[in-house]
Structures are given as C-alpha cells and as structure tokens.
C-alpha cells in the first residue's frame, strides 16, 4: 500500500515550478527584445551571450543533480539547494533586467552573458532538485503523475499571469490605440 499524498502538498510542490516559468517567460519573451531594441545591442551579440549561457546551463545540469544526490543533510537532499538558490536567482534575474547606464556595446553584451549565465545557474540548483524532489516524494507512477500534473499546471499559469501582467504594464500606452 502506497502512502498518498495531500493536494496541500502537491499544491506547494506544483507552485515551485512558478520560479522557472517566470525565468522562462523573461528568457523567451522579453530578454532578446530588451536588449536589442531598447539598449540597442545588436541582435548577433545578444545571441551570443545568451548561446553563452544555454551552453553552459547544460554544463551545470549534471553537476547540480550530481552534488544534490550526494547532499546529507538534517533538511534532506534536495531542500539546501532550493532554499540556497532562491536569493541569488530573484537578484541575478533582476541585475539582468538592470544594467548600468551608458555601458558600450561590448559591456552591454558582457552584462547579459555574465547575468544570463547566473541566472541560469541559479535556476539549475533551484530546479534540478525541485524535480528530484517531486520524484522522491510520490511511491508510485500514479502520485508521480499527479504531482507532476500539478507542476504543469502551475508552470502554464505562472507563466501566462506572468506574461499577462508585463505585457499589460509594458505595453499599456498601445492598448489605447
């Protein structure tokens, strides 16, 4: 018999994944278009960094999984690196937004690669456990299933309130028209 788990409690897991729909949402909307468009970096330099940081996301994958696995903790496995990650991914996703005035071009394109680098390094030893996590917690497919249900459904809602509300705030002198 496998011990069922509490819809509070796979309401609280499946809100974890609105962190990474929110990074998902900045990454895929609005990150190019900010700084081609309105810092006016070229669109082959923004590319760039962001190839940077893609690359170098799928170097730390491996390496958050592998050190959250070997963790021992009073608070488990997996805990340490959700909490630990939180701060530096709300501050590293906001500088990335926030660059300072006047930089060139090349120190425009420097910030991003610097920035969406962290970021998605935050985001890794944030989210790699936040998975293992949920996989530790059901016993069986079913649960499993469940659960993940609840992050999904969670991640397309993030996501749309999130992209929602800034492109209703961003935009709002455009809906007038």
Same mark, same amino acid.
């Given at each position: 018999?496998?011990?069922?788990?509490? #819809?509070?409690?796979?309401?609280?897991?499946?809100?974890g994944q609105?962190?990474?729909?929110?990074?998902?949402?900045?990454?895929?909307?609005f990150l190019l278009f900010y700084y081609n468009q309105v810092l006016h970096v070229s669109a082959t330099g923004t590319s !760039?960094? #962001?190839?940077?940081?893609?690359?170098?996301?799928? #170097? *730390?994958?491996?390496?958050?999984?592998?050190l959250s696995d070997k963790l021992k903790s009073r608070w488990g496995r997996r805990h340490p690196f959700i909490l630990a990650a939180a701060i530096p991914l709300?501050? *590293?996703?906001?500088? !990335?937004?926030n660059?300072?005035?006047? !930089? =060139?071009?090349f120190g425009y394109i !420097?910030?991003? =690669?610097?920035?969406?680098?962290?970021?998605?390094?935050?985001? =890794?030893?944030?989210?790699?456990p936040h998975l293992a996590l949920g996989a530790e917690m059901a016993d069986s497919y079913e649960?499993?299933? =469940? #659960?993940?249900a609840f992050n999904t459904f969670f991640a397309f809602m993030g996501g749309r309130c999130v992209c929602t509300a800034l492109l209703s705030f961003l935009f709002s002198d455009y809906r007038r028209v």
């Open positions: 018999m496998t011990r069922r788990l509490s #819809l509070p409690t796979m309401l609280a897991y499946g809100f609105v962190s990474e729909s929110v990074k998902n949402q900045g990454f895929n909307i !760039l960094a #962001l190839a940077i940081a893609l690359i170098f996301d799928a #170097l *730390t994958d491996p390496i958050a999984g592998s709300a501050v *590293t996703f906001y500088f !990335l937004f660059p300072p005035d006047g !930089l =060139t071009e !420097l910030w991003l =690669t610097v920035f969406a680098v962290l970021v998605r390094a935050s985001m =890794t030893f944030y989210h790699v649960q499993r299933s =469940t #659960l993940y």
